[in-house]
Protein backbone atom coordinates (compact mmCIF):
# COMPACT_ATOMS: atom_id res chain seq x y z
CA UNK A 1 0.00 0.00 0.00
CA UNK A 2 1.26 3.57 -0.97
CA UNK A 3 2.41 5.43 1.92
CA UNK A 4 -0.18 8.04 3.33
CA UNK A 5 0.24 11.84 3.75
CA UNK A 6 -2.08 14.80 5.34
CA UNK A 7 -4.34 15.94 2.72
CA UNK A 8 -6.62 18.63 3.47
CA UNK A 9 -9.66 19.92 1.88
CA UNK A 10 -11.38 23.23 2.58
CA UNK A 11 -14.10 25.64 1.38
CA UNK A 12 -15.04 28.99 2.52
CA UNK A 13 -17.64 27.36 4.26
CA UNK A 14 -15.83 24.44 5.91
CA UNK A 15 -12.89 22.02 6.24
CA UNK A 16 -14.31 19.29 3.93
CA UNK A 17 -11.64 16.47 4.57
CA UNK A 18 -8.77 16.68 6.79
CA UNK A 19 -6.52 13.52 7.43
CA UNK A 20 -4.36 11.11 5.89
CA UNK A 21 -4.81 9.79 2.26
CA UNK A 22 -2.53 7.65 -0.17
CA UNK A 23 -3.74 9.59 -3.23
CA UNK A 24 -5.62 11.78 -4.75
CA UNK A 25 -7.23 12.62 -8.21
CA UNK A 26 -8.62 15.85 -9.69
CA UNK A 27 -8.64 17.52 -12.77
CA UNK A 28 -6.32 20.18 -13.67
CA UNK A 29 -6.82 22.12 -16.99
CA UNK A 30 -4.67 20.05 -18.96
CA UNK A 31 -6.00 16.48 -17.62
CA UNK A 32 -6.16 14.12 -14.44
CA UNK A 33 -3.87 14.01 -12.22
CA UNK A 34 -3.13 11.94 -9.41
CA UNK A 35 -0.72 12.47 -6.37
CA UNK A 36 0.95 10.07 -4.12
CA UNK A 37 3.33 10.89 -1.95
CA UNK A 38 6.66 12.45 -1.90
CA UNK A 39 5.23 14.66 -5.24
CA UNK A 40 7.65 17.48 -6.16
CA UNK A 41 5.93 20.36 -4.67
CA UNK A 42 3.74 22.31 -7.15
CA UNK A 43 0.79 24.35 -7.24
CA UNK A 44 -1.76 23.77 -10.10
CA UNK A 45 -5.32 25.15 -10.75
CA UNK A 46 -8.20 22.66 -10.21
CA UNK A 47 -11.13 22.22 -12.74
CA UNK A 48 -14.74 21.74 -12.12
CA UNK A 49 -15.11 18.27 -11.55
CA UNK A 50 -14.71 15.64 -9.27
CA UNK A 51 -12.24 14.05 -6.68
CA UNK A 52 -11.15 11.10 -6.29
CA UNK A 53 -9.84 9.92 -2.90
CA UNK A 54 -8.04 6.88 -1.50
CA UNK A 55 -8.34 6.32 2.24
CA UNK A 56 -7.38 3.40 3.57
CA UNK A 57 -6.63 1.66 0.15
CA UNK A 58 -10.19 2.61 -0.60
CA UNK A 59 -10.91 4.97 -3.92
CA UNK A 60 -13.65 7.34 -3.07
CA UNK A 61 -15.43 9.82 -5.25
CA UNK A 62 -16.95 13.81 -3.98
CA UNK A 63 -17.51 16.35 -6.47
CA UNK A 64 -15.07 19.69 -6.48
CA UNK A 65 -15.69 22.49 -7.81
CA UNK A 66 -13.01 25.00 -8.92
CA UNK A 67 -9.66 26.01 -6.94
CA UNK A 68 -6.55 25.39 -6.60
CA UNK A 69 -4.06 22.71 -5.61
CA UNK A 70 -0.62 22.99 -3.48
CA UNK A 71 1.52 19.98 -2.92
CA UNK A 72 4.23 20.42 -0.17
CA UNK A 73 6.26 18.50 1.26
CA UNK A 74 4.37 17.95 4.45
CA UNK A 75 1.07 18.50 2.94
CA UNK A 76 -1.83 18.42 -0.06
CA UNK A 77 -4.07 21.08 0.54
CA UNK A 78 -6.78 21.66 -1.88
CA UNK A 79 -8.43 24.91 -1.86
CA UNK A 80 -12.00 24.97 -3.38
CA UNK A 81 -15.06 27.10 -3.40
CA UNK A 82 -17.60 23.49 -2.70
CA UNK A 83 -16.98 19.97 -2.40
CA UNK A 84 -19.40 17.07 -1.77
CA UNK A 85 -19.88 13.77 -0.88
CA UNK A 86 -22.04 12.55 -3.28
CA UNK A 87 -24.80 11.53 -0.95
CA UNK A 88 -24.82 15.12 0.35
CA UNK A 89 -25.42 16.28 -3.10
CA UNK A 90 -29.13 17.80 -3.51
CA UNK A 91 -29.74 15.94 -6.55
CA UNK A 92 -33.53 17.82 -7.70
CA UNK A 93 -31.56 21.59 -6.73
CA UNK A 94 -28.60 20.43 -9.04
CA UNK A 95 -31.16 19.37 -12.16
CA UNK A 96 -33.36 22.66 -11.63
CA UNK A 97 -29.88 24.56 -11.57
CA UNK A 98 -28.78 22.58 -14.95
CA UNK A 99 -31.68 23.35 -16.59
CA UNK A 100 -32.53 26.87 -15.34
CA UNK A 101 -28.87 27.81 -17.07
CA UNK A 102 -29.04 25.87 -20.14
CA UNK A 103 -32.24 27.79 -20.90
CA UNK A 104 -30.35 31.24 -20.07
CA UNK A 105 -27.65 30.56 -21.87
CA UNK A 106 -29.73 29.84 -24.75
CA UNK A 107 -30.74 33.24 -24.69
CA UNK A 108 -28.31 36.17 -25.59
CA UNK A 109 -27.02 37.77 -22.26
CA UNK A 110 -24.37 39.62 -21.21
CA UNK A 111 -20.66 38.46 -20.97
CA UNK A 112 -20.93 38.27 -16.92
CA UNK A 113 -23.90 36.76 -17.51
CA UNK A 114 -22.72 34.49 -19.43
CA UNK A 115 -19.61 33.43 -17.17
CA UNK A 116 -21.46 33.22 -14.21
CA UNK A 117 -23.93 31.13 -15.56
CA UNK A 118 -21.40 28.96 -17.38
CA UNK A 119 -19.97 28.40 -14.40
CA UNK A 120 -22.99 27.66 -12.54
CA UNK A 121 -23.99 25.13 -15.11
CA UNK A 122 -20.64 22.99 -14.92
CA UNK A 123 -21.02 22.87 -11.25
CA UNK A 124 -24.19 21.14 -11.67
CA UNK A 125 -23.56 18.83 -14.33
CA UNK A 126 -20.15 17.69 -11.80
CA UNK A 127 -22.57 17.28 -9.41
CA UNK A 128 -25.12 15.26 -11.12
CA UNK A 129 -22.23 13.14 -12.65
CA UNK A 130 -21.12 12.41 -9.32
CA UNK A 131 -23.81 11.20 -7.95
CA UNK A 132 -24.64 9.01 -10.99
CA UNK A 133 -21.70 6.96 -10.79
CA UNK A 134 -22.32 6.69 -6.98
CA UNK A 135 -26.03 4.80 -8.63
CA UNK A 136 -24.07 2.82 -11.31
CA UNK A 137 -21.92 1.55 -8.30
CA UNK A 138 -24.19 -0.12 -6.00
CA UNK B 1 -56.35 60.49 39.93
CA UNK B 2 -55.45 62.10 37.02
CA UNK B 3 -51.90 62.09 38.06
CA UNK B 4 -51.93 58.35 38.78
CA UNK B 5 -53.86 57.50 35.37
CA UNK B 6 -51.28 59.28 33.58
CA UNK B 7 -47.90 57.74 35.13
CA UNK B 8 -49.92 53.97 34.80
CA UNK B 9 -50.25 54.52 31.07
CA UNK B 10 -46.64 55.45 31.06
CA UNK B 11 -45.61 52.52 32.86
CA UNK B 12 -47.55 50.45 30.02
CA UNK B 13 -45.80 52.20 27.48
CA UNK B 14 -42.32 51.33 28.67
CA UNK B 15 -43.29 48.33 29.42
CA UNK B 16 -43.79 47.38 25.91
CA UNK B 17 -40.86 48.98 24.58
CA UNK B 18 -38.49 46.82 27.23
CA UNK B 19 -40.01 43.80 25.74
CA UNK B 20 -39.05 44.97 21.70
CA UNK B 21 -36.02 45.74 23.08
CA UNK B 22 -35.57 42.46 25.25
CA UNK B 23 -36.59 40.00 22.47
CA UNK B 24 -34.04 42.61 19.79
CA UNK B 25 -31.18 41.11 22.23
CA UNK B 26 -32.25 38.04 22.26
CA UNK B 27 -32.29 37.64 18.44
CA UNK B 28 -29.17 39.74 18.18
CA UNK B 29 -27.32 37.17 20.16
CA UNK B 30 -28.50 34.28 18.63
CA UNK B 31 -27.45 35.38 15.19
CA UNK B 32 -24.18 36.50 16.26
CA UNK B 33 -23.91 33.12 17.51
CA UNK B 34 -24.50 31.58 14.33
CA UNK B 35 -21.98 33.12 12.62
CA UNK B 36 -19.46 33.21 14.31
CA UNK B 37 -18.33 29.38 13.80
CA UNK B 38 -18.54 29.77 10.24
CA UNK B 39 -16.02 32.58 10.59
CA UNK B 40 -12.66 30.00 11.84
CA UNK B 41 -13.37 28.09 7.97
CA UNK B 42 -12.98 31.06 6.27
CA UNK B 43 -10.08 32.35 7.99
CA UNK B 44 -8.47 29.12 7.58
CA UNK B 45 -8.98 29.07 3.88
CA UNK B 46 -8.15 32.71 3.27
CA UNK B 47 -4.65 32.05 5.03
CA UNK B 48 -4.26 29.37 2.71
CA UNK B 49 -5.07 31.32 -0.45
CA UNK B 50 -2.92 34.19 0.96
CA UNK B 51 0.24 31.90 1.39
CA UNK B 52 0.07 30.85 -2.16
CA UNK B 53 -0.34 33.81 -3.57
CA UNK B 54 2.60 35.59 -1.44
CA UNK B 55 4.62 32.55 -2.81
CA UNK B 56 4.13 33.48 -6.13
CA UNK B 57 4.24 37.19 -5.82
CA UNK B 58 7.87 36.30 -4.56
CA UNK B 59 8.49 34.18 -7.62
CA UNK B 60 10.22 36.24 -10.21
CA UNK B 61 8.45 34.88 -13.32
CA UNK B 62 5.31 36.42 -12.46
CA UNK B 63 6.40 39.97 -14.47
CA UNK B 64 3.58 42.16 -14.61
CA UNK B 65 -0.39 41.26 -14.31
CA UNK B 66 -3.38 43.44 -14.35
CA UNK B 67 -3.83 42.43 -10.96
CA UNK B 68 -0.84 43.84 -9.41
CA UNK B 69 -0.24 47.49 -11.72
CA UNK B 70 -0.93 50.20 -9.43
CA UNK B 71 -2.18 53.55 -11.68
CA UNK B 72 -1.05 56.73 -9.94
CA UNK B 73 -4.36 58.28 -10.97
CA UNK B 74 -5.97 55.97 -9.63
CA UNK B 75 -10.03 55.52 -10.24
CA UNK B 76 -10.99 54.15 -7.27
CA UNK B 77 -14.21 51.82 -6.43
CA UNK B 78 -15.76 51.61 -2.65
CA UNK B 79 -17.38 48.84 -1.26
CA UNK B 80 -19.52 50.27 2.10
CA UNK B 81 -20.76 47.40 4.32
CA UNK B 82 -22.97 48.70 7.20
CA UNK B 83 -26.26 47.25 8.53
CA UNK B 84 -29.71 47.13 6.52
CA UNK B 85 -31.48 48.49 9.88
CA UNK B 86 -30.20 50.93 12.60
CA UNK B 87 -30.37 50.68 16.41
CA UNK B 88 -26.94 48.97 17.20
CA UNK B 89 -25.59 51.98 18.23
CA UNK B 90 -22.61 53.45 16.58
CA UNK B 91 -21.97 50.47 14.94
CA UNK B 92 -23.45 51.96 11.17
CA UNK B 93 -22.23 55.69 12.11
CA UNK B 94 -18.63 54.67 12.73
CA UNK B 95 -18.79 53.09 9.22
CA UNK B 96 -19.94 56.23 7.71
CA UNK B 97 -17.55 58.31 9.08
CA UNK B 98 -14.61 56.16 8.29
CA UNK B 99 -16.14 55.85 4.69
CA UNK B 100 -17.12 59.55 4.09
CA UNK B 101 -13.84 60.66 5.40
CA UNK B 102 -12.01 58.63 2.57
CA UNK B 103 -14.29 59.67 -0.25
CA UNK B 104 -14.51 63.59 1.03
CA UNK B 105 -10.57 63.80 0.37
CA UNK B 106 -11.06 61.58 -2.44
CA UNK B 107 -13.24 63.81 -4.44
CA UNK B 108 -11.31 67.12 -2.85
CA UNK B 109 -9.31 69.33 -4.67
CA UNK B 110 -6.32 67.76 -3.08
CA UNK B 111 -7.60 64.46 -3.63
CA UNK B 112 -7.21 65.24 -7.51
CA UNK B 113 -10.81 63.32 -8.05
CA UNK B 114 -13.97 64.27 -9.47
CA UNK B 115 -17.25 62.22 -9.00
CA UNK B 116 -16.79 60.14 -12.18
CA UNK B 117 -13.32 58.56 -11.22
CA UNK B 118 -15.04 57.40 -8.24
CA UNK B 119 -17.72 54.12 -7.26
CA UNK B 120 -19.63 54.15 -4.10
CA UNK B 121 -21.42 50.64 -3.85
CA UNK B 122 -23.22 50.35 -0.58
CA UNK B 123 -23.99 47.09 0.99
CA UNK B 124 -26.53 47.87 3.52
CA UNK B 125 -29.17 49.75 3.13
CA UNK B 126 -28.44 52.20 5.99
CA UNK B 127 -25.30 53.15 4.03
CA UNK B 128 -27.69 53.98 0.90
CA UNK B 129 -29.62 56.74 2.79
CA UNK B 130 -26.58 57.76 4.06
CA UNK B 131 -25.20 58.80 1.19
CA UNK B 132 -27.73 59.98 -0.30
CA UNK B 133 -28.47 62.08 2.59
CA UNK B 134 -25.12 63.63 1.77
CA UNK B 135 -25.15 64.02 -1.45
CA UNK B 136 -23.12 61.59 -2.80
CA UNK B 137 -25.64 58.77 -4.88
CA UNK B 138 -23.99 55.18 -4.88
CA UNK B 139 -23.61 53.85 -8.17
CA UNK B 140 -25.06 50.42 -6.73
CA UNK B 141 -26.94 49.28 -3.86
CA UNK B 142 -27.14 45.57 -2.38
CA UNK B 143 -29.73 45.25 0.22
CA UNK B 144 -30.70 42.68 1.97
CA UNK B 145 -26.91 41.15 1.25
CA UNK B 146 -25.97 42.43 4.81
CA UNK B 147 -28.46 40.26 6.93
CA UNK B 148 -27.23 36.96 4.70
CA UNK B 149 -23.81 36.68 4.76
CA UNK B 150 -23.73 33.69 2.63
CA UNK B 151 -21.10 32.46 0.06
CA UNK B 152 -23.27 33.03 -2.46
CA UNK B 153 -23.87 36.80 -2.33
CA UNK B 154 -20.03 37.45 -1.67
CA UNK B 155 -19.56 35.24 -4.98
CA UNK B 156 -21.83 37.99 -6.75
CA UNK B 157 -20.20 40.64 -5.31
CA UNK B 158 -16.97 39.35 -6.07
CA UNK B 159 -17.68 38.56 -9.80
CA UNK B 160 -18.86 42.16 -10.01
CA UNK B 161 -15.92 43.47 -8.38
CA UNK B 162 -13.81 41.51 -11.05
CA UNK B 163 -15.72 42.94 -14.10
CA UNK B 164 -15.53 46.27 -13.37
CA UNK B 165 -12.03 45.87 -13.07
CA UNK B 166 -11.16 43.37 -15.40
CA UNK B 167 -13.00 46.14 -18.11
CA UNK B 168 -10.88 49.18 -16.89
CA UNK B 169 -13.85 50.72 -14.99
CA UNK B 170 -11.95 51.25 -12.03
CA UNK B 171 -8.36 50.99 -11.05
CA UNK B 172 -8.50 50.42 -7.41
CA UNK B 173 -11.21 48.49 -5.31
CA UNK B 174 -11.28 49.35 -1.55
CA UNK B 175 -13.81 47.59 1.02
CA UNK B 176 -14.88 49.31 4.17
CA UNK B 177 -16.23 46.97 6.95
CA UNK B 178 -16.23 46.81 10.15
CA UNK B 179 -14.08 43.76 12.05
CA UNK B 180 -15.18 41.82 14.96
CA UNK B 181 -12.52 41.35 17.35
CA UNK B 182 -12.55 39.57 20.50
CA UNK B 183 -16.26 39.46 21.16
CA UNK B 184 -16.91 42.93 20.35
CA UNK B 185 -17.49 45.29 17.19
CA UNK B 186 -13.75 46.42 16.24
CA UNK B 187 -13.01 49.65 14.43
CA UNK B 188 -14.24 50.10 10.79
CA UNK B 189 -10.91 49.29 8.56
CA UNK B 190 -10.56 50.29 4.89
CA UNK B 191 -9.03 47.77 3.17
CA UNK B 192 -7.47 48.03 -0.69
CA UNK B 193 -8.63 44.55 -2.35
CA UNK B 194 -7.40 45.66 -5.76
CA UNK B 195 -5.12 45.59 -7.32
CA UNK B 196 -2.57 43.31 -4.41
CA UNK B 197 0.75 44.40 -3.49
CA UNK B 198 3.36 41.87 -2.08
CA UNK B 199 3.59 44.39 1.21
CA UNK B 200 -0.08 43.40 1.76
CA UNK B 201 1.00 40.12 2.34
CA UNK B 202 3.81 40.62 4.47
CA UNK B 203 2.75 39.04 7.44
CA UNK B 204 1.30 35.94 5.98
CA UNK B 205 3.65 32.53 6.68
CA UNK B 206 4.67 31.43 2.71
CA UNK B 207 4.12 27.44 2.74
CA UNK B 208 7.41 26.47 1.44
CA UNK B 209 10.28 28.24 0.17
CA UNK B 210 9.27 29.70 -3.07
CA UNK B 211 11.81 28.88 -4.83
CA UNK B 212 10.96 25.53 -4.76
CA UNK B 213 7.59 24.81 -5.99
CA UNK B 214 6.73 23.84 -9.33
CA UNK B 215 4.18 25.21 -11.39
CA UNK B 216 3.04 22.80 -13.86
CA UNK B 217 0.96 26.01 -15.32
CA UNK B 218 2.81 29.31 -15.28
CA UNK B 219 2.61 31.73 -11.94
CA UNK B 220 0.37 33.83 -14.13
CA UNK B 221 -1.91 31.49 -14.94
CA UNK B 222 -2.05 30.25 -11.51
CA UNK B 223 -2.37 33.90 -10.23
CA UNK B 224 -5.71 34.02 -12.64
CA UNK B 225 -7.49 31.27 -10.96
CA UNK B 226 -6.20 32.30 -7.31
CA UNK B 227 -7.64 36.34 -7.48
CA UNK B 228 -11.18 35.07 -7.55
CA UNK B 229 -10.85 32.87 -5.13
CA UNK B 230 -8.59 35.08 -2.95
CA UNK B 231 -11.72 37.82 -3.71
CA UNK B 232 -14.70 35.80 -2.80
CA UNK B 233 -12.90 34.29 0.51
CA UNK B 234 -11.87 38.36 1.28
CA UNK B 235 -15.56 39.31 0.70
CA UNK B 236 -17.10 36.82 2.57
CA UNK B 237 -15.02 37.01 5.44
CA UNK B 238 -15.59 40.59 5.35
CA UNK B 239 -19.59 39.98 5.21
CA UNK B 240 -19.18 37.60 8.06
CA UNK B 241 -17.04 39.96 10.42
CA UNK B 242 -19.60 43.33 9.70
CA UNK B 243 -22.49 40.30 10.19
CA UNK B 244 -20.95 39.48 13.77
CA UNK B 245 -19.90 42.90 14.80
CA UNK B 246 -23.23 44.80 13.50
CA UNK B 247 -25.53 41.91 15.88
CA UNK B 248 -23.00 42.23 18.69
CA UNK B 249 -23.06 46.01 18.19
CA UNK B 250 -27.10 45.20 18.34
CA UNK B 251 -26.85 43.25 21.34
CA UNK B 252 -24.89 45.47 23.16
CA UNK B 253 -27.17 49.09 22.47
CA UNK B 254 -30.85 46.70 23.17
CA UNK B 255 -29.36 44.96 26.22
CA UNK B 256 -28.30 49.22 28.00
CA UNK B 257 -31.93 49.95 26.59
CA UNK B 258 -33.03 47.24 28.32
CA UNK B 259 -31.53 48.26 31.32
CA UNK B 260 -32.91 51.54 31.32
CA UNK B 261 -35.94 50.67 30.88
CA UNK B 262 -36.25 48.68 34.01
CA UNK B 263 -34.03 51.33 35.66
CA UNK B 264 -37.33 53.51 34.30
CA UNK B 265 -40.03 51.14 35.41
CA UNK B 266 -38.21 50.99 38.75
CA UNK B 267 -38.63 55.15 39.08
CA UNK B 268 -42.51 55.30 37.06
CA UNK B 269 -43.50 52.68 39.93
CA UNK B 270 -41.94 54.56 43.05
CA UNK B 271 -44.13 57.59 41.55
CA UNK B 272 -47.21 55.48 40.61
CA UNK B 273 -47.09 54.69 44.30
CA UNK B 274 -46.48 57.71 46.17
CA UNK B 275 -49.46 59.69 43.86
CA UNK B 276 -51.82 56.72 44.64
CA UNK B 277 -51.02 57.16 48.51
CA UNK B 278 -50.96 60.71 48.42
CA UNK B 279 -54.63 60.53 46.69
CA UNK B 280 -55.66 57.88 49.26
CA UNK B 281 -54.37 60.05 52.17
CA UNK B 282 -55.80 63.04 50.49
CA UNK B 283 -59.42 61.45 50.04
CA UNK B 284 -59.45 59.99 53.68
CA UNK B 285 -58.60 63.40 54.80
CA UNK B 286 -61.54 65.09 52.78
CA UNK B 287 -64.06 62.50 54.38
CA UNK B 288 -62.64 63.00 58.51
CA UNK B 289 -62.80 66.66 57.52
CA UNK B 290 -66.58 66.43 56.38
CA UNK B 291 -67.70 64.55 59.54
CA UNK B 292 -66.77 67.53 61.68
CA UNK B 293 -68.99 70.16 60.15
Keep these: ?138 | MQKTNEIRRRIGAVEETRKITNAMHLVASARAKKVIPKMEYNRRFLDQVQAVIKDILLSPHLGDHPYLIKHPHARRTYLVVSGDKGMAGSYNSAVFQLAYREIREKLSARGGGNRQNLSLITIGMTGDEFFRGHGIVPDEQLGGVTQDPSLHNARQIALDVLDRFDQKQTDQVFMIYTPYKNGMAGEPICHRILPLRLSDFLDVNETEPPHAIHYPYSEAEVFQYLVPQYLVSYIFGALMHSYASEHTARMLAMQSATRNADEMLNKLRMEYNLARQAAVTQEIAEITSAVFI
Design chain 1, 1 to 138: MPTPYQLEIMTPERSFFSGLAEGVTVNTPDGQITVLAGHLPMVTPVNIGSVMLSIGGQWKEAFLSEGFMEVGHRRVVIVTQACEWPEDIDVQRAEGVMLRTREKLRQQTSVREYRTNKIALARAMARLRVTHTQQYNK
